[in-house]
């Protein structure tokens, strides 16, 4: 009997040393992602309804203050229309990317590398970064392919402005922009995870894309 008790206090032992390992490690990954939302030393708040970006307060310095002039203005940007290549329907069309819903965009065939969706808006807007999303659902996820590689364009442009290489997996992605000036944005997938590309059931997918930046006066 205490052979057994002495067996069962020491796989317990291990067990709770392993987890507390693992879940010290995911933490971690989390902490050392490039794409993490918000992106590493700045927050989001809020004031009265309007959202700023700002370098997160240091415990440090209780005296530590930012005034609102210093604060850089964010206003989430709803494109006016879109297009894509190709959808597997309209119920996955690429108008579910700004929808704020669990919806997803998905191609009509099992296809991903040189998909490409254009976003359009009503008025030039001053863009800093984009939250990009994969499926959330975790079945949605893991059955799609999935984007390596994104290639960004404005106004027609031929020559990439932005090209970010995304995280496989299903959190909140920062693509950073620096404020440029444009009318529209391309997505041009590049590349994408190996992962399901053998499948003839799989689709390319994309939950959400959110815009952040300021309205330009013209």
């Known amino acids: 009997m205490n052979i057994i008790k002495y067996i069962f206090t020491s796989v317990l032992v291990v067990f709770i040393f392993f987890m507390g390992y693992v879940s010290e490690s995911l933490v971690n990954a989390y902490e050392l992602r490039e794409n993490q939302w918000p992106p590493s030393g700045k927050e989001i708040v809020d004031v009265n309804g309007t959202k700023f970006m700002r370098e997160i307060k240091n415990e440090e310095n209780e005296n530590y203050e930012i005034s609102l002039e210093e604060q850089i203005v964010l206003e989430k940007k709803y494109p006016s229309g879109c297009n894509s290549t190709t959808s597997l329907s309209e119920e996955y069309s690429c108008t579910n990317l700004f ?5 997803v965009w998905q191609s009509s065939n099992n296809v991903c590398k040189d998909e490409i969706i254009t976003f359009t808006f009503s008025h030039p807007i001053y863009l800093e970064f984009i939250v990009f999303q994969n499926p959330v659902n975790t079945a949605v996820f893991q059955e799609s392919i999935i984007v390596n590689t994104l ?24 693509i950073d922009i620096n404020a440029e000036i444009i009318y529209d944005v391309t997505f041009k997938i590049v590349s994408n995870f190996p992962k399901n590309i053998d499948s003839q059931e799989s689709r390319c997918a994309i939950q959400e894309v959110t815009f952040y930046g300021r309205s330009i006066n013209r």
């Open 151 to 174: 290639g960004l364009t404005s106004d027609n442009s031929s020559n990439y402005f932005v090209s970010k290489q995304l995280e496989y997996d299903n959190l909140s992605q920062w």
């Open 99 to 103: 929808d704020d819903q669990n919806t």
